[in-house]
């Protein structure tokens, strides 16, 4: 079935704020960076009052030191609420998972408060995210709201995590007891329950997507497409990530129903409170350096490396050095990470090593420095990793090692990152023929900057590592869901 038009959700703004001219929305919009795409879209709101929300919710915020609306929710927060599908671009940092969670929460309470749920129904309200730490973390995002609307004020919420490493049954059990409202999930697991029957879809009306990218990266399509399935009725659907590729845009367009495009910055580019420290090591010196290194800032410090082994390895070197430190990847088991992370916010560590499942979306907001081991293949994997500092206002300090070893078209999409966000190029990435310059004038005329397919700013189309891949498994008969296709094209 085909829609065209958005959910009704019943929330409007105020009459005062429904009044305003769009020269007035476009001077709030200017003065916080916001850039809308889409047909009449909702009015900016620059204040909690006035999104109409409950006192215990705006109370708990205050209680959390949130007094007014980031960019990113001033903008945000009117579309979800007004039941318009959304496309939400922001540097790392910026409040995105109050921008959904929130409203899926007040959906969530009004369905409650219209019909309760029965036992084995549920959820009203659905978020997956790539990794089971990040899960984690809007789960506990999500909850805050329901404690804050507590009876006997508010109806009773339910919430679930849904989740790898842990006992499925367990987290169905609260579906099939009382009914839950709001579901927290990774792809695979709630895929998995869903098979089972454990649980369903049948009432769901909103779908939220927490770095959509990363889950195009880590090959959750088809998951995605079969979760996509289960619901039986029209949904509200909201991409949300600090990068956003050409194929989740054309994933937007064919499976989202009249959506808005709220981008904060350019998509993909980096936060400019983030100072960038790009250093030439010898492979056989990074350890060595890696201490020095840790002594730029006071912890907390996150370390990034590509592999598992290279992040036991740092773990063991700077235990051996006196350093407490923690190490999290997806070879240790899911209660372990959890611990780790755990002791690493609350301070009882100064340093967490990590592989990049703990580069996307989690929140740890006093960083004082990120130290990239090794620098990834994909800059949106760059991108966010030093957005794990810098965060809420704050400045903070990325430091990234490099040598022979860093590919060519990984240091060049490196060096126009800098370049755009006016930071010292070191010699080793100013020396480097840049195949920019000449396709530039190219470029200007067609309004691409870098890859077509990928955005990526240091190759072309005719170099993109995410397409290769793509053809490679397009070539083994798995079909690219987000790619060229769309969702769309599914019956």
Same mark, same amino acid.
């Given at each position: ?10 929330? @409007? ?35 909690? @009052? ?45 409040? @995105? ?93 709630? @895929? ?300």
């Amino acid at each position: 079935m085909e829609y065209t038009k958005a959910l009704e959700t019943g929330w @409007k703004p105020p009459v005062r704020v429904r009044g305003m001219t769009q020269a007035e929305c476009n001077m709030i919009r200017e003065k916080w960076h916001i850039l809308v795409e889409g047909v009449d879209a909702p009015p900016p709101i620059s204040s909690f @009052k006035d999104l109409k929300l409950p006192a215990e919710v705006i109370e708990y915020l205050r209680s959390q030191g949130i007094l007014r609306p980031t960019p990113i929710q001033i903008q945000g927060l009117p579309v979800a609420l007004s039941g318009r599908d959304m496309v939400g671009v922001a540097f790392t940092g910026s409040g @995105k998972t109050l921008a959904f969670g929130l409203p899926m929460v007040m959906l969530a309470l009004q369905d409650e408060a219209t019909l309760p749920l029965e036992p084995g129904e549920g959820p009203v309200g659905l978020c997956l995210a790539p990794s089971r730490e990040l899960a984690n973390q809007t789960f506990e995002v999500v909850n805050g709201f329901i404690q804050a609307l507590r009876p006997p004020a508010h109806p009773q919420l339910r919430s679930v995590l849904i989740i790898g490493g842990m006992d499925g049954r367990e987290q169905t059990d609260p579906i099939q007891r009382y009914g839950v409202h709001v579901a927290v999930a990774t792809p695979g697991r709630l @895929k998995d329950h869903l098979k089972r029957r454990r649980m369903n879809l049948d009432i769901c009306r909103y779908l939220s997507l927490d770095e959509a990218d990363r889950m195009v990266d880590l090959g959750f399509e088809d998951d995605l497409r079969e979760v996509m399935s289960y619901f039986k009725g029209q949904r509200q659907t909201l991409l949300f990530s600090a990068t956003m590729p050409e194929k989740i845009n054309t994933f937007a367009r064919t499976a989202l129903v009249q959506p808005v495009t709220v981008n904060v910055g350019r998509a993909g580019a980096v936060n400019l409170d983030v100072i960038q420290e790009i250093e030439y090591v010898k492979q056989e010196d990074k350890l060595v350096h890696l201490l020095d290194s840790l002594q730029k800032t006071p912890p907390p410090v996150m370390i990034f490396s590509e592999n598992k082994a290279d992040v036991d390895s740092i773990h063991e070197y700077l235990l051996i050095k006196g350093v407490d430190a923690v190490a999290v990847h997806g070879g240790k088991a899911q209660e372990d990470r959890q611990a780790a992370i755990a002791r690493f916010k609350a301070g009882d560590q100064d340093v967490l090593i990590a592989t990049d499942v703990a580069s996307k979306g989690l929140d740890f907001p006093n960083i004082q420095h990120v130290v990239n081991f090794d620098m990834p293949e994909e800059i949106e994997n760059y991108v966010h990793r030093i957005g794990r500092t810098g965060r809420a206002g704050r400045t903070g300090v990325a430091t990234t090692f490099i040598n022979r070893l860093t590919p060519e078209t990984t240091l060049l999409d490196l060096k126009h990152l800098l370049q755009e966000a006016k930071q010292r190029i070191p010699p080793a990435l100013e020396a480097l023929d840049d195949p920019m310059d000449i396709a530039a004038e190219v470029a200007a005329i067609s309004g691409i900057k870098g890859c077509a397919y990928c955005g990526g700013l240091g190759h072309r189309v005719t170099e993109c590592p995410k397409l290769n891949s793509v053809n490679e498994r397009a070539a083994k008969g798995a079909r690219d869901f987000f790619g060229a296709d769309g969702f769309g094209g599914e019956t």
